[in-house]
């Protein structure tokens, strides 16, 4: 029983113990979370707030233009295409056997220059004939004259009724009549015959061949080359309703001041061209008005079908704005442009754009003097974002020229050093 009284002694006390030994614990992990609240308040309540300026982004730095009312041409511009002022199919007049072409494909020819050469013996044949014919009706006039003559001497002494000398008077007519009748069959003949050799109708450039030497043509319907006019060239082009509105209603040669060419690489013609057609109506189907303008082209610089704009000037835009064309935006409500205001600050400006000119917008509305339109960096901008602007200077061919002799310099030196290397 002693035994069993001390060991429950001996438990009893070591369980004080551990409870003793929990109670400190406790109070020792409760005293820590107390000390490191209390410190991190005391930081918090000494350290100082953030600055909302420093943590701010920088302004951006953009490039801006300062546009000026200025006047431009009031002109728009569409596809145009080329054609010759004359258009000529060369077809032969009489048939026959080509025995001879007079000129090379492609080569420039004259009006009345000879062509082709259609055999022309049948044709001198027939001339030679209508000839016979007409010799033998001059006799036949002889003839009936002299008799017509004798008679009427009979008929004086009434030797002769006055009805064989009728018939004899009329015998002459008639062989007068088949005399001019003969005549005729003979320039007929003559004119056939000079139809064997067919000549260039007009001046200008010739086409292929489209029979050989020997083939067999008929009369007026093979076609044996053509032959375009280069100068003066055509230029057929078409406006809508909405381009003839901007040009200030229907054009004409009285309000078209100037025709200008751009060609397929950007440049323009030199020459300048005047209206020589204007539709009296307006297509139905595409709603166009359909002009043609006529250029000089002497040098033979345009071939007939060639595809070019055609740039149709009828006055000036005065009070416009003219800005690069990167500047201009699309948005939900149409085109706007980018402007830094007084404070920097990027406001969105709608404008009402005009045609281009050269590489920039004509702006007809939604700008004033001096204001600042920003050009570049416009991904990145808001609204009443702040913006740091600098004049914005246009990239020129000197200030390129450096950068591409530097580069051709470092290629030239990276390829000597690969050559000392290897």
């Known amino acids: 029983m002693?035994?069993?009284?001390?060991?429950?002694?001996?438990?009893?006390?070591?369980?004080?113990?551990?409870?003793?030994?929990?109670?400190?614990?406790?109070?020792?992990?409760?005293?820590?979370?107390?000390?490191?609240?209390?410190?991190?308040?005391a930081l918090q309540g000494c350290g100082k707030k953030p600055d909302a300026a420093a943590s701010a982004p920088p302004p951006m730095p953009v490039s801006y233009v300062s546009v000026q009312p200025v006047s431009v041409p009031m002109s728009v511009e569409s596809v145009a295409q080329t054609e010759g002022a004359k258009e000529v199919e060369v077809r032969p007049r009489v048939g026959g056997i080509i025995l001879k072409k007079m000129f090379e494909e492609g080569e420039s020819v004259k009006a009345g220059q000879v062509l082709f050469v259609i055999d022309p013996e049948p044709f001198q044949i027939t001339?030679?004939?209508?000839?016979?014919?007409?010799?033998?009706?001059?006799?036949?006039?002889?003839?009936?004259?002299?008799?017509?003559?004798?008679?009427?001497?009979?008929?004086?002494?009434?030797s002769v009724s006055q009805r064989e000398y009728d018939n004899a008077t009329s015998d002459v007519s008639i062989s007068q009549a088949d005399m001019m009748q003969a005549q005729a069959n003979i320039k007929e003949a003559e004119?056939?015959?000079?139809?064997?050799?067919?000549?260039?109708?007009?001046?200008?450039?010739?086409?292929?061949?489209?029979?050989s030497e020997g083939a067999l043509v008929a009369?007026?319907?093979?076609?044996?080359?053509?032959?375009?006019?280069?100068?003066?060239?055509?230029?057929?082009?078409?406006?809508?309703?909405?381009?003839?509105?901007?040009?200030?209603?229907?054009?004409?040669?009285?309000?078209?001041?100037?025709?200008?060419?751009?060609?397929?690489?950007?440049?323009?013609?030199?020459?300048?061209?005047?209206?020589?057609?204007?539709?009296?109506?307006?297509?139905?189907?595409?709603?166009?008005?359909?002009?043609?303008?006529?250029?000089?082209?002497?040098?033979?610089?345009?071939?007939?079908?060639?595809?070019?704009?055609?740039?149709?000037t009828t006055g000036e835009h005065?009070?416009?704005?003219?800005?690069?064309?990167?500047?201009?935006?699309?948005?939900?409500?149409?085109?706007?442009?980018?402007v830094a205001n007084a404070k920097n600050e990027v406001t969105p400006t709608p404008v009402v754009v005009g045609e281009w000119l050269g590489k920039d917008w004509i702006i007809l509305e939604g700008l004033k003097a001096n204001d600042k339109v920003l050009v570049d960096n416009l991904i990145k901008l808001r609204p009443g974002a702040v913006v740091q602007p600098k004049i914005f200077v246009q990239p020129t061919q000197s200030t390129k020229e450096p950068i591409a002799a530097k580069d051709k310099s470092?290629?030239?030196?990276?390829?000597?050093?690969?050559?000392?290397?290897?």
């Open 318 to 338: 005065e009070g416009v704005y003219l800005v690069p064309q990167t500047a201009v935006l699309t948005g939900d409500l149409g085109k706007f442009v980018y």
């Open 127 to 158: 001339l030679a004939q209508a000839k016979a014919q007409a010799a033998g009706q001059g006799a036949r006039i002889t003839q009936t004259s002299r008799e017509s003559n004798r008679l009427k001497e009979l008929l004086e002494t009434q």
């Open 191 to 211: 004119l056939n015959l000079s139809y064997t050799k067919v000549t260039a109708p007009v001046s200008g450039i010739a086409g292929r061949f489209q029979f």
């Open 2 to 41: 002693l035994f069993l009284s001390q060991a429950v002694s001996l438990n009893t006390s070591h369980l004080k113990q551990n409870d003793s030994n929990r109670f400190k614990k406790s109070n020792l992990t409760s005293a820590s979370l107390i000390a490191i609240t209390a410190i991190a308040m």
């Open 219 to 312: 009369a007026n319907t093979s076609l044996l080359t053509t032959i375009v006019q280069l100068s003066p060239i055509w230029a057929r082009f078409s406006l809508s309703a909405t381009e003839l509105a901007s040009l200030g209603g229907h054009v004409n040669s009285n309000n078209v001041t100037d025709v200008t060419l751009i060609l397929p690489n950007g440049t323009e013609y030199a020459q300048k061209g005047k209206l020589n057609f204007t539709a009296n109506s307006i297509d139905p189907t595409l709603g166009t008005q359909e002009l043609r303008a006529t250029f000089n082209n002497d040098d033979k610089a345009l071939l007939p079908g060639q595809f070019v704009r055609a740039r149709v």
């Open 410 to 422: 470092a290629s030239k030196s990276m390829t000597t050093s690969k050559v000392k290397a290897g």
